[in-house]
């Protein structure tokens, strides 16, 4: 190799220029000379201080790294009136989790007619909200797909600050507030999925 194609220290194009003119260049501006695309013809060389690029780099790849960073949803499963040794096991999986930075989805799947009973799956809900109200918030209230009920519980970063009084009270309220809603829809939605039971039976 004995021509590059030369790129100043300040972006602009030098032009094709010999390797030690280049070596030179770089020594007067007391700066490093790096081959930035060797598969070129001739080979391109940049004059840049190597070691802030190096830095700016990492700097950029750790910042896209934590963009990219997803947090993960783990899951726990009942069914409505789980006994509460099951139940006592299930809430401790989703402390630790919490406790690890996770966020849990509770999830109470129904059977047969169990779903024109909402209510004790509501119930449920809200004894697990209250028990982990401690070191988390429900971000996703209460929400009937199919025949499961739902609801996502996400690590309280504050948790520790302040009383959770008022973190109990508003889970409370909030699950109260789905009620409802929740038992129109399946009044609504029963006579239908009725007679798909009785055919499955």
Known sequence: MKEVRLIGADGENVGVVSVQKAIEMAQQAELDLVEVAPGANPPVCRIMNFGKFLYERTKKEREARKAQTKIEIKEIRLRPKTN?????????????WLEEGMKVKVTIRFRGREITYPEI??????????ELSDIGIVEQKPDLEGRNMSMVIAPNRSAGKKPKTSAVTSTQSGIDDVAVSIEDSIEDDFDDDDDEEEVEE
């Open 84 to 96: 509460e040794h099951h139940r006592g096991f299930k809430t401790r999986d989703a402390r630790r």
């Open 121 to 130: 799956a509501l119930e449920d809900l809200r004894e697990i909200a209250q």
